[in-house]
Nanobody, 119 residues
Framework: QLQACGGGLVQAGGSLRLSCAVS????????LGWFRQTPGKEREFVAA????????GYADSVKGRFTISRDNAENTVYLQMNSLKPEDTAVYYC??????????????WGQGTLVTVSS
């Protein structure tokens, strides 16, 4: 089970940190990702970290502003979002896949947390 939280309303230029707690699985064996979706659009990739913790990838739109990290002791993956823009407004989802590095798809998904960035 994946439980995402940390969303909210923030002004442009501000920061938020999303968290996704993973339970019921051996966390260290899972590659983890963050995605986002706005109404009428397909879900898009934001960031990912491989199960080994060494492989990390970002969408071009968030490079230099967002940072993904994982805490294997806390079974949690984080997404630190800085310099937020109104176009970052979306529902953010975390996802997991067993022994994945930077996969094309994920097997398990959280419920989503809403991030709203005001201009």
């Amino acid at each position: 089970q994946l439980q995402a939280c940390g969303g909210g309303l923030v002004q442009a230029g501000g920061s938020l940190r999303l968290s996704c707690a993973v339970s019921g699985r051996t966390f260290v064996n899972y590659g983890l990702g963050w995605f986002r979706q706005t109404p009428g659009k397909e879900r898009e990739f934001v960031a990912a970290v491989g199960w080994n913790g060494r492989s990390i990838g970002y969408a071009d739109s968030v490079k230099g502003r967002f940072t993904i990290s994982r805490d294997n002791a806390e079974n949690t993956v984080y997404l630190q979002m800085n310099s937020l823009k109104p176009e970052d407004t979306a529902v953010y989802y975390c996802a997991a896949k067993l022994y994945a590095v930077l996969p094309a798809s994920y097997d398990y998904w959280g419920q989503g947390t809403l991030v709203t960035v005001s201009s």
